[in-house]
């Protein structure tokens, strides 16, 4: 059931004009501490591939539960195995209403296309707004099975997601049998995915991240986006400085505070108090050393609404506030909180009022998140 929880030492007054909280940790996606039962279903892949999650999963009645089944290059996915029955070579399985425990396995066969399509510099370009340059640059190639490279070879290009500009839908590979495409981020999204397509032979999709701050349903804040799994993150970011974990909502945080500025909170669907590689972004976090800005300029020092002070950068951007609060949590702060948005602004006491922290949210949600990171709860090392 989706909810939201409050520690046993938060107090919350509510009330038409104002909401005053106390050492207050808020979920947005949560799930109460199940009482229901659980069921496993246990996934295993052959050789030259994988199964994603893997081993045994618990999963609550009624639940769904998908699988996602990849080859490794040079393979196929040869047929999937649900529980001593195939179902073909299926790139993904969904389990619907789990009322019982179930096996998946996934088995691989050697493709018979010797060609081949690969990225010199892997899968995950990091970029900014308006800007074509990419970091690492894209260079993609055509070899055989062998190493050996093509030159004159037409790759394609096509956006999978993303509001931006790919320099062209097709090139022709130079005499080292490469193309060099580009990518402009523009337009609402700050991630795109291209596949780059070797004509009957391969495919290879690439994966792309501007370092912005973009609010409402795609929600992204540094290169973390609303729903991207812990894994996902890590190509972009590293490993954490530590993993946090709720005590009291399953919620995990992938703090990466120190070097980037920037908090990831999962959403602990594996009800095991640990930050699994497929579980998802629910919530992030923008702290005081976070340089972005949303494209309205707006960011952390932002001025905000300061009684007998003007209007600051963030009310002449967003408007007035749906709610404002007197947080007492050391260090004391104003929080602005903009429900149609998604976006909780936390601001010091000085005059203006100036942002030290940001919290984006799932837009319209009754109560978003509210806790401030300068508390963190307790702290587990994985």
Not at 211 to 233: C, R, V
Request: net charge negative.
């Amino acid at each position: 059931m989706n909810c939201l929880q409050f520690n046993s030492r938060s107090r919350l007054t509510f009330g038409l004009a104002a909401l005053s909280a106390i050492a207050v940790t808020a979920v947005l996606s949560c799930s109460k501490k199940p009482t229901e039962p659980t069921f496993p279903i246990t996934a295993s892949a052959g050789a030259h591939g994988s199964i994603s999650p893997s081993g045994t999963v618990s999963v609550r009645q009624g639940g769904n539960q998908t699988f996602t089944i990849t080859p490794d290059s040079g393979y196929l996915v040869f047929d999937v195995n649900v529980d001593n029955t195939f179902v073909g070579p299926v790139s993904t399985y969904t389990f619907t209403n789990v009322t019982a425990s179930h096996t998946i396995h996934a088995a691989f066969v050697q493709s018979v296309q010797p060609d081949r399509l690969s990225a010199d510099n892997g899968l995950y370009y990091k970029g900014l707004m308006d800007s074509s340059t990419l970091l690492p640059q894209l260079v993609l190639r055509a070899t055989d099975a062998w190493g050996n490279r093509f030159a004159n070879r037409w790759i394609r290009l096509i956006k999978l997601a993303g509001s931006g500009v790919i320099s062209a839908d097709s090139l022709i590979t130079d005499s080292e049998g490469a193309i060099r495409p580009t990518y402009t981020f523009s337009g609402q999204f700050g991630h795109a995915v291209l596949r780059a397509i070797l004509p009957q032979t391969d495919t290879l999709d690439l994966y792309l991240r501007a370092n912005t701050m973009l609010w409402g349903d795609s929600a992204q804040g540094e290169y973390i986006k609303f729903g991207d799994q812990f894994s996902f993150i890590k190509k972009f970011d590293g490993m954490p400085e530590r993993i946090d974990v709720d005590p009291n909502a399953w919620l995990t945080y992938a703090v990466y505070e120190n070097t980037r500025g920037v908090v990831a909170v999962l959403e602990d669907i594996n009800i095991n108090s640990m930050a699994d590689e497929w579980e998802p972004v629910v919530s992030v976090i923008l702290t005081m050393i976070y340089p972005g800005r949303f494209r309205n300029g707006v960011g952390i020092n932002s001025t905000i609404y300061t009684p007998g002070v003007n209007a600051g950068a963030v009310d002449s951007a967003f408007g007035l506030a749906d709610t404002v609060y007197f947080d007492a949590v050391s260090p004391e702060a104003w929080a602005y909180v903009y429900r149609a948005e998604g976006i909780t602004f936390f601001a010091d006491q000085q005059t203006p009022r100036r942002v030290f922290e940001i919290h984006l949210f799932a837009p319209q949600i009754t109560q978003p998140f509210a806790r401030r990171f300068s508390t963190p709860t307790v702290e587990s090392v994985q």
